[in-house]
């Protein structure tokens, strides 16, 4: 039905037709009550005529209608007049995606902030309930503000069945005739809606990567000839490569959302929201500048000590730590951790053989010489591809004004590599976070015996520290590393030191310390969200907690990964692989195996079988290589390769039960149950003589198939917080117990259920 210029619907009167198409007739039109302008669909025919299909459209249009969300068509009202049927929306200024692609492909940025409003519309749709399954450039309008709205949301679906029923029509198509052309609707649905199965949200997580890379490229990833021709390559075929020009990590985001089997896409349009937010704000640069992948990307080497005693290695060692601190703040600087530089502190390789390998286009080097209360540093950049100096300074100064020296190279550094800064970041940067400089070198030289990793350097640094707070109860950064290395004894770090609830109640007494004496710690932040989760099992205080902490120090190699241990913990792999992949490009030479342990517990074994074995053609003497290579061999059912890796990595770390216990289910389930059983003797025999975590008794009874002894020990492990129990959910080493009521009401005290 065609409407004149001056017809009334109840209180709203046509002013002009705005278009037309599968859904209906869009006309401009004024509230007469409201006195503005809105957009009325007239609503077709069949659709109109059937009081069950209408009754249906009215119940999705007020869910639509409750969602209220920015990048979601604001619907105002639906109703009936004279037979015909409407819906009253927002009128928008602007023009559809389609429009705006047609003039060429987006800037990538702008691409992939489009991609993040349409991907936040999805997400808060999704979320109640509500799937569009008709997502195409056609149905998104760019306001001339630049906010991307998403058209027909829902109403597509009611629409659709509707029709349906009516036996009168297929899927929308675009308003074309010649005999053999694509239906526009096929070229942006999933393999499933072109299957004719039964669809749910994973279908627009694939359309919207059809919309993605069409943004990207120009370019409609399966458009084939014909309509037949497009399904099957919806089907079976892959898109086009989309070119060097855009960032893999950007490409990785796309192919992941067009894959085949939804249950390997994205599993929610919360997990596209959280990788686009991260692109977007710098996590993955997708703008120009020195560096690999795109980013401006530095590594700053260990500086070298010049002072007369050697003693003050832990200095320059320290002054280099908070070099890369400072650095890690700046949201569009990709700084390299303090893991992997340590690696190069004998300078065995030249600048660019070092910028290659840790994927760094910048370098900043130096050296410290240290005299009584003197110091004096001297810094220079340098391109690592082509050995330009970017900049160099020297600073001859008192000892206390070692921090002005830290804030003043982080800020050159940024300035030299365009790097953006916002005025929050640069207060960060200038904020002197000592006042005592005996309890600053204190604090040195903890961190310096932390960084040895041996049960003595923890006890060692433990000490160091508390003489640093006693020295200055003020001391912020003090606090963090005693927090951080309670946590990690409390996680099991250091063989038997401390019983898992005293470290973590030192632990959380310590970041609570720092957080009171600077909020704007990141790292402190950092620490909290990993004790909120793993000792109090409050899964929403962490996260909001590592959210937190990522904005405050964005270039947090060990904030990625812990964050990463979250998401794993509530199965939510994708997120997961992405954080560890993230820590491991920030910190190369470290985490190495951490994605592996993801891939397991996603259920893709031969991939993390895969890494396993290339971390251990790197290191041999890489224990927990070893063992995930061993766990994986065992899930894909090769049980005498599983058994001989998991025997090299107990062989590797003999005083560790954890690898001790794992060797022991590995046999076990091997059917080596006596081989097993004296694994269990010497741990218990081991008990007797230090703390030995329960969790880890609950690996070979698990693999003996002793379930009721299993859960006794997990029981115990959760009450002392012991072990990975946090992670016991999605664990591939208790696969036989989740069905047990038991282990579910486990779950339920940890709020896993």
């Known amino acids: 039905m065609t409407l004149v210029t001056g017809t009334r619907l109840g209180s709203y009167e046509i002013l002009a037709p705005l278009g037309a198409g599968g859904m209906g007739e869009v006309y401009r039109a004024r509230d007469t009550k409201l006195d503005r302008e809105v957009a009325i669909k007239v609503l077709p025919e069949s659709v109109a005529a059937d009081p069950n299909a209408l009754a249906r459209f009215e119940s999705e249009a007020k869910a639509v209608a409750a969602l209220s969300h920015s990048n979601i068509l604001a619907i105002f009202d639906f109703g009936r007049h004279e037979g015909v049927a409407y819906a009253v929306m927002e009128l928008l200024q602007g023009e559809t995606l389609r429009s705006r692609i047609g003039s060429g492909p987006l800037p990538l940025r702008r691409a992939v902030e489009f991609a993040l409003q349409i991907a936040k519309g999805l997400s808060a749709a999704h979320d109640k309930g509500i799937v569009h399954r008709d997502l195409k450039p056609e149905n998104l309008f760019v ?32 308003q074309r005739t010649e005999p053999g052309t694509v239906m526009g609707t096929v070229t942006y649905m999933s393999p499933e809606q072109v299957r004719g199965e039964a669809v749910d949200h994973r279908s627009d997580v694939f359309s919207f990567g059809s919309v993605f890379y069409e943004m990207l490229t120009e370019r409609k990833a399966f458009m084939r000839s014909s309509a037949a021709e497009t399904m099957a390559a919806v089907l079976g075929a892959e898109p086009p490569e989309m070119g060097g020009a855009i960032p893999s990590a ?37 703008d120009g500048g020195i560096g690999a992948g795109g980013a401006p990307t530095v590594a700053v080497l260990p500086f070298r000590n010049f002072s007369a005693d050697p003693e003050n290695e832990f200095f320059t060692d320290g002054i280099t730590e908070d ?80 921090f002005a020296i830290q804030t003043d190279v982080a800020l050159q550094i940024a300035g030299a590599l365009r790097a953006e800064l916002s005025p929050d970041e640069r207060n960060r940067l200038e904020k002197k976070p000592v006042r005592n400089v005996r309890a600053y070198q204190l604090y040195l030289q903890g961190r310096y015996a932390y960084f040895q990793w041996t049960d003595d350097s923890y006890a060692q640094a433990l000490a160091l520290l508390e003489q640093a707070v006693a020295e200055d109860p003020e001391l912020a950064l003090a606090h963090v590393s005693l927090a951080l290395i309670y946590s990690e004894l409390g996680a099991g770090q250091g063989a038997g030191l401390i019983e898992p609830t005293v470290a973590y109640g030192k632990a959380k007494a310590a970041v609570e310390k720092a957080l009171e004496l600077d909020p704007e710690l990141g790292d402190a932040h950092g620490v909290s969200a990993t004790l909120r989760f793993m000792c109090d099992y409050d899964w929403t ?15 947090s190699a060990d904030i990625y990964d812990r964050y990463g241990w979250f998401c794993s913990a509530l199965e939510r792999y994708d997120e997961s692989i992405r954080l560890v992949k993230r820590a491991q490009e920030l910190d190369p030479l470290a985490h190495r195996t951490d994605l592996s342990n993801e891939l ?66 590995a046999l076990a389930m091997s059917g080596r149950a006596e081989d097993a059983r004296e694994i269990l003797r010497k741990m218990h025999a081991l008990a007797g003589r230090r703390y030995v975590a329960p969790y880890h008794f609950a690996y070979v009874h698990t693999g003996l198939g002793e379930q009721d002894a299993a859960l006794d020990w997990l029981e115990k492990a959760y009450d002392q917080k012991a072990g990975a129990i946090y992670g016991i959910k999605g664990s591939f080493l208790f696969l036989g117990l989740r069905s047990h009521p038991r282990f579910q009401g486990l779950l339920r005290k940890m709020n896993l259920a």
Not at 145 to 171: C, H, M, Q, V, Y
Not at 264 to 274: G, K, P
Not at 651 to 664: I, K, R, V
Request: proline share 2%; net charge positive; with cysteine.
């Open 143 to 174: 306001t001339s503000e630049g906010t991307i709205k998403i058209l027909d949301f829902g109403l597509a679906k009611r629409a659709e069945r509707a029709r349906d029923e009516n036996g009168t029509s297929g899927p929308t198509r675009e």
């Open 250 to 286: 950007v490409a990785d985001v796309v192919r992941h959302c067009l894959e085949k089997k939804a249950e390997r896409r994205f599993q929610s349009a919360r997990d596209l929201v959280f990788t686009l937010q991260q692109l977007v704000s710098g996590a993955h640069t997708v």
């Open 323 to 402: 070099v890369i601190t400072s650095l890690s703040k700046v949201r569009s600087l990709k700084v390299i951790s303090r893991t992997s530089v340590m690696a190069f502190k004998s300078r065995e390789l030249s600048l660019g053989e070092i910028g290659k390998t840790l994927g760094a286009g910048a370098i900043l080097e130096g050296s410290v010489r240290r005299a009584g209360n003197r110091v004096r540093i001297v810094a220079q950049l340098v391109d690592a591809r082509t050995d330009e100096n970017l900049w160099a300074e020297t600073y001859d100064r008192e000892l206390t004004d070692i």
């Open 541 to 555: 205080g962490a996260e909001a907690e590592f959210r937190l902490a990522l904005k405050l120090s964005p270039g």
């Open 600 to 665: 397991l517990r996603a259920g893709r074994y031969q991939e993390a079988l895969d890494l396993a074995a290339a971390a251990v053609a790197l290191d041999p003497r890489l224990t927990r290589g070893h063992a995930l290579s061993g766990w994986a061999h065992m899930m894909l059912g090769h049980h005498e390769e599983g058994v001989a890796a998991l025997e090299r990595a107990a062989a590797l770390s003999p005083d560790s039960t954890l690898y001790q216990a794992q060797l022991g289910q």
